[in-house]
């Protein structure tokens, strides 16, 4: 009965590790579009060059 639950056990970690993982590939991939949109819609700098979108 012990090796069933522990078998048990592992399918439900594995399976909510799977779902961890398809949900941040998710949001990696919003953030990509949104750093992607912001890379060509920067806005112009001073002296008309075109400056960054971020500040780093």
């Keep these: 009965m012990v090796p069933l639950i522990l ?3 592992l399918i439900l970690i594995l399976f909510g590790a799977g779902f961890a ?4 590939m998710w949001v990696a991939l919003a953030l ?3 750093w992607l949109l912001g890379f060509v ?3 112009n700098g001073p002296g008309g060059r075109r400056g960054r979108w971020y500040r780093w």
């Design 7 to 9: 078998v048990l056990i």
């Design 21 to 24: 993982v398809k949900a941040l």
């Design 32 to 34: 990509l579009v949104l």
């Design 41 to 43: 819609a920067r806005s």
